[in-house]
């Protein structure tokens, strides 16, 4: 079964920091395109940014300058870097896994940025 596990989550002031962590099994992760979604209520869950198995990357354009995303292929786990963080960075974020074995979502962390 695969397991993706988030944690990093919790609340911040308005241009503060979080950095969220993805932990999947050895292979999903290596065979796999990663990126991180959030869903905020009454919304439809987006794109936040991915991390192609071969090193390439892609961000919303709401968060290009702000966040980094990067994989360690040695733990093997996903991160996402979230400085300068807005209120309307809060959301639910999601961990996500696509490759030959499916497309898999981790449970979700909170984030929350109060002004």
């Known amino acids: 079964q695969v397991q993706l596990v988030e944690s990093g989550g919790g609340l911040v002031q308005a241009g503060g920091s979080l950095r969220l962590s993805c932990a999947a099994s050895d292979n999903v992760f290596r065979l796999s395109n990663m990126g991180w979604y959030r869903q905020a209520p009454g919304k439809q869950r987006e794109l936040v940014a991915t991390a192609t198995r071969r090193g390439g990357t892609n961000y919303a354009d709401s968060v290009k300058g702000r966040f980094t995303i990067s994989r360690d292929n040695v733990k093997p786990t996903l991160y996402l870097q979230m400085n300068s963080l807005k209120p309307e960075d809060t959301a639910v974020y999601y961990c996500?896994?696509?490759?030959?074995?499916?497309?898999?979502w981790g449970q979700g962390t909170q984030v929350t940025v109060s002004s």
């Open positions: 996500n896994a696509d490759g030959i074995f499916g497309i898999y």
